[in-house]
T-cell receptor, first 110, second 118 residues
């Protein structure tokens, strides 16, 4: 029931792009994305409610494919400040529990 | 505005001792969540409350764990007796019910309580 994220870890140079995938075994009502820096609490990035919806946050955007029960987070022109662990959170809808994904560690180097 | 406030930030205790973690959610938020984070298991939901009522405690590991929310501004997570495998960072989070629907709002996390059981 915990959504699976891929890749588990990625290292980028500043300015490079990355994609983080989140896959659920259950039909989804919404998907959240959070970023957690080392030693800190997770911080909300965005929520996607509709199938195929794409949202943006600075140079970070995401898509949500209801039919495939998947979401992807896109980081373009990465900055050092993007380093951290990214979690998706999946909401299957009323009566079901919200689960966080397995996490993806992202490291941006100069 | 004040965020979610947790205490203590760090707790070191010996096996068998009682541990109480505290959380003050953001004023006006209807939902309160307790999560546990470890390297092995990631972020696990332990229990969540809606309007002070426990809704789902299926994530509570065993009877040694208990959580209460006596009012809208305070919640506790208690471990008695504690064991070394309880060592983890415990996060409290709150959110606001939006638009009369099931909670689809963002979670606001506290800074966490790092528990070490020796």
């Amino acid at each position: 029931q915990q959504p699976v994220q891929s890749p588990q870890a990625v290292i980028l140079r500043e300015g490079e792009d990355a994609v983080i995938n989140c896959s659920s075994s259950k039909a989804l009502y919404s998907v959240h994305w959070y970023r957690q820096k080392h030693g800190e609490a997770p911080v909300f990035l965005m929520i996607l409610l509709k199938g195929g919806e794409q949202k943006g946050h600075e140079k970070i955007s995401a898509s949500f494919n209801e039919k495939k029960q998947q979401s992807s987070l896109y980081l373009t022109a990465s900055q050092l400040s993007y380093s951290g662990t990214y979690f998706c959170g999946t909401d299957p809808g009323p009566g079901n529990q919200f689960y966080f994904g397995t996490g993806t560690s992202l490291t941006v180097i100069p | 505005d004040a965020g979610v406030i947790q205490s203590p930030r760090h707790e070191v205790t010996e096996m068998g001792q009682e541990v109480t973690l505290r959380c003050k959610p953001i004023s006006g938020h209807d939902y309160l969540f307790w999560y546990r984070q470890t390297m092995m298991r990631g972020l696990e939901l332990l229990i969540y409350f809606n309007n002070n009522v426990p809704i789902d405690d299926s994530g509570m590991p065993e009877d040694r764990f208990s959580a209460k929310m006596p009012n809208a501004s305070f919640s506790t997570l208690k471990i008695q007796p504690s064991e070394p495998r309880d060592s983890a960072v415990y996060f409290c989070a709150s959110s606001l019910l939006a638009g009369g629907q099931r909670n689809t709002g963002e979670l606001f996390f506290g800074e966490g309580s790092r528990l070490t059981v020796l």
